[in-house]
C-alpha cells in the first residue's frame, strides 16, 4: 500500500512551534517515501475551539510551504460515520452504555471497572469501549516496544460523551481508518491514546496503521509547548528562522549556505536528507537556544 500520512491539529488556537515540528516530521516522511500527507482539522469539541481558528492554521501551513494533497478534512462532518461505528460496537458487545460520573470514578482511582457498570441505553448516557485485560503491545518507530493493560490504566474508555459529543479515540481512530492512512507520525503526548486507538480498530475490524511518536518540545522548564500553555503562535516573518530550527528538533542539520533560504529550499533539502534514525528518542526534548526569548 502506498503511503498516506496527516497532520490532524485541533482548532483550540494556531499552531505553535511543537506543532511544527510534528507537522514537519510527518510531511518530510511521507514526502521522502513519495507518498501522500493529508491534514484533518480535528474540530470535535466546539466548546475548546477558537472562531477561525481553522483558517489559520491552514494559512501557517502554507507559509511554512506544507502543502497538503487533496482537500482538508473536518471531523464535524464526520457525525453520521461516528454514529455507525458507535452502533456496530455496541451491536457487537464491546460498547455499553455507562451513567458513572467523574467524581464516581475518583473515588475508584479514576479506573472504570467495565461492563459491570453498564446500564440500559439512555439519553443521559456516556458510551464507553471495553478493554482487556491484559497486556496490549506495539512496536513504535521511535520510542520502541509499547505495552500496557488498558484494563488497569483508566479502563473502559468513553467513545461517546453524554453531551452527545462524540470521543476523541473514536474519532481519531476511524478517521485515520476511513481515510486508509498507513502511518501516523505524531507527538509522544499521544502515546498513550494510541494502543486504545489501535484496540478501537481492532474491534471494529479495520487495519491499524502503523504509529511512530516524537518527543514533545519543552521549554526551558520542561513544559510541554501548547496552545493551553501560551505558546506564541507562529510568526510569519520568521519562516525560515523557525523551520530550521525545527528541521534542528528532528536530527537534521541545514548547512550554513542554507540560512535564510525559502521555506521551499528548506524543505527540499530536509526531503533529500531526511533520516529517520537521527530522530531523537525519549518523551521530551528542549526548544532550541535560539528561540528561547523568541518563541
Known amino acids: 500500500m502506498n503511503y498516506r500520512g496527516r497532520f490532524a491539529p485541533t482548532p483550540s488556537g494556531p499552531l505553535h512551534f511543537g506543532s511544527l515540528v510534528a507537522a514537519l516530521a510527518s510531511w518530510l516522511e511521507a514526502r521522502h517515501a513519495g507518498g501522500e500527507w493529508l491534514v484533518r482539522v480535528d474540530d ?7 472562531p477561525g481558528a481553522a483558517d489559520i492554521i491552514l494559512r501557517q501551513l502554507d507559509t511554512f510551504g506544507l ?17 455507525q461505528a458507535v452502533d456496530s460496537l455496541l451491536d457487537s458487545g464491546h460498547a455499553f452504555h455507562c451513567r458513572l460520573t467523574r467524581k ?12 459491570s457498570a453498564a446500564v440500559p441505553a439512555a439519553n443521559d448516557t456516556a458510551i464507553r469501549l471495553q478493554v482487556p485485560d491484559r497486556e496490549l503491545s506495539y512496536q ?6 509499547i505495552t500496557n493493560n488498558l484494563h488497569r490504566d483508566g479502563g473502559a474508555f468513553v467513545i461517546r460523551r453524554r453531551d452527545g459529543l462524540f470521543g476523541y479515540q473514536l474519532a481519531c481512530a476511524l478517521d485515520d481508518a476511513d481515510e486508509n492512512i498507513t502511518h501516523v507520525l505524531r507527538g509522544a503526548d499521544l502515546l498513550d491514546s494510541t494502543l486504545r486507538q489501535r484496540w478501537l480498530l481492532e474491534c471494529l475490524g479495520r487495519p491499524v496503521p502503523e504509529y511512530a511518536h516524537l518527543p514533545v518540545v519543552t521549554d526551558g522548564r520542561n513544559l510541554k509547548l501548547s496552545k493551553s500553555a501560551g505558546s506564541e503562535a507562529l510568526d510569519p516573518a520568521r519562516a525560515s528562522q523557525l523551520l530550521t530550527a525545527a528541521l534542528h528538533c528532528l536530527g537534521l542539520q541545514p548547512p550554513s549556505d542554507l540560512q535564510g533560504e525559502s521555506p521551499a529550499v528548506l524543505l527540499a533539502w530536509g526531503t533529500t536528507h531526511y533520516p529517520a534514525h537521527h530522530w531523537p528518542a525519549g518523551r521530551q526534548q528542549p526548544l532550541p537556544e535560539e528561540l528561547h526569548a523568541t518563541s
Open 104 to 115: 464516581q470514578l475518583a473515588t475508584l482511582n479514576h479506573n472504570h471497572p467495565g461492563i
Open 67 to 83: 502543502h497538503w494533497d487533496g482537500t482538508v478534512h473536518y471531523q464535524s462532518q464526520r457525525q453520521s460515520a461516528y454514529q
Open 44 to 50: 470535535l469539541d466546539p466548546p475548546r475551539e477558537m
Open 140 to 145: 513504535d518507530g521511535i520510542q520502541g516496544a
